[in-house]
């Protein structure tokens, strides 16, 4: 028998189940990478910092972007309603800044200009790839599929709790009010959750349509891990992209 027919043959895991077998994939969040633990554990340098900060602003822009493309794909006025909250989330609004800005404000906390980040310059290949192929799924997944993947906002309290608590402490040099886009996704995060949550729990009602689900939310999970990737090769190792090549 088919591997695909013996799926179709098994029971839908209970909402409890499902909801159970998305959670347990947060062993594999990126909090984990041993980038991030270093950086947690204070082993990071200005330059590592630095570059993480650079590079995760090409996801942060990335986001809202990704976030259009699940409401243009969606049908649902009361879904859309409730999503395009995300977009204002990073886009700010008039009077009130977004989440882009407050990354931009930490890049200038860790020493960066607003310049160099917005450019993109720093931007390693391998991030660009990353967040570029996270893009294009949600442009052409269904809108479920892409409100899915969103999931790894199950685990982003943890990793936003985890900085404030550690960084303060080990890196002084950095100025404190950048860390004001930390403490402001701690409550935007857990109401996103439940949204997301809600929408995959209801949606994917098969077993084979749970399974795939959970897919989903692992191929999220290896676009963060992929990025993490590419900054330990170039700020870890020392090896960044073409490091080895005559130009």
Request: net charge neutral; with cysteine; glycine share 6%.
């Amino acid at each position: 028998m088919r591997s695909n027919e013996l799926v179709k043959e098994m029971h839908a895991w209970t909402k409890e189940e499902f909801e159970r077998k998305l959670r347990n994939k947060g062993k594999l969040y990126h909090i984990h990478h041993p980038f991030h633990v270093a950086m947690n554990s204070g082993l990071s340098t200005r330059e590592q910092i630095q570059g993480w900060v650079a590079n995760r602003f090409y996801y942060q822009v990335t986001i809202p972007i990704k976030d259009a493309a699940i409401m243009a794909n969606c049908p649902n006025r009361d879904v859309r309603r409730e999503w395009v909250q995300r977009i204002l989330d990073h886009d700010g609004v008039e009077g009130q800044e977004g989440g882009i800005e407050a990354w931009l404000r930490l890049g200038e906390a860790v020493g960066l200009t607003r310049d160099q980040i917005n450019s993109q310059e720093l931007v390693l290949p391998g991030v660009r790839f990353a967040c570029d192929a996270y893009l294009n799924f949600a442009r052409n997944a269904s809108w479920q599929e892409a409100a899915c993947s969103s999931l790894t906002e199950l685990f982003a309290p943890e990793i936003h709790k985890s900085r404030l608590k550690s960084w303060p402490s080990h890196y002084t040099w950095i100025d404190v009010e950048g860390y004001k886009y930390f403490r402001k996704r701690l409550s935007e995060a857990r109401r996103d959750v439940q949204h997301g949550l809600d929408i995959t729990l209801n949606y994917f009602k098969s077993r084979e349509q749970q399974e795939h689900a959970v897919g989903l939310l692992q191929f999220k999970l290896d676009v963060l891990w992929s990025m993490l990737d590419s900054m330990h090769l170039a700020y870890t190792y020392n090896e960044p992209p073409f490091h080895c090549c005559e130009t």
